[in-house]
């Protein structure tokens, strides 16, 4: 680990991620890269250049890919590995972690999630803020659990599934990969088709 952090990516996202490396106290400096903005700073940071300018970093900074878009997030997380680079993983001194836990590199876990025993989070996750994973669950990469979303005991998420605000999974469920579950939805079977799924119970839309 190094004492420098780079966050590519100046939204939202990527000020909520700024927020939580400051609040872990695990790096002396905190910088950005964007292709899309043209202030010099955010967060009081500076923008020290753009995405393709990480190879300049690779020896002196641990890298996040602070991106929503799962397929972005996950080409620059994968080229920035393949160019050797250290890449962070983002926890928030107020989430709750049980035992066994495993929290794959490059996943952000927001402020008051609760994850429980055993669960297993892959890599370029977003775990919103006040979301719960409980016991058991798996999620494969690049899932993004969402705001205030409960997933329920052994629940198993498919790469690149974005579970939506306040919805609840329950126990034992598996959602494939390539899935989008709405707001507030409640998934009491199985998903077997990527697509997007919505209400109570939820079904395809």
Known sequence: MHKKLIIIGVNGHGKVVADIAM??????????????????ECMGFPIVGK?????????EA???VAIGDSE?????MEDLIVKGASIATLIHPNAILGSKVQ?????????????????????????NTSASVDHGCVLGDYVHV???????????????TWIGAGATVINGIHVCADC??????????????????????????
């Open 62 to 64: 641990d890298f996040f």
């Open 51 to 59: 995405n393709e300018d990480a190879c300049k970093f690779i020896d």
């Open 23 to 40: 609040a872990m106290q695990k790096y002396d400096e905190i910088a950005f890269l964007c292709n899309f903005e043209k202030k010099k």
């Open 146 to 160: 969402a705001v205030g979303t409960h997933l329920c005991g052994i629940v198993s998420v498919g790469a690149h």
């Open 103 to 127: 929290i794959g590199s490059g996943t952000v876990i927001m402020p008051g999630v609760i994850i429980n025993a055993e669960s297993v989070i892959g890599k370029g996750c977003i775990i």
């Open 180 to 205: 989008m579950i709405g707001a507030g939805a409640v998934v009491v079977k199985n998903i077997k088709e990527a697509g997007t799924y919505i209400g109570l119970p939820a079904r395809r839309k």
């Open 72 to 76: 972005m997030r996950e080409r620059i």
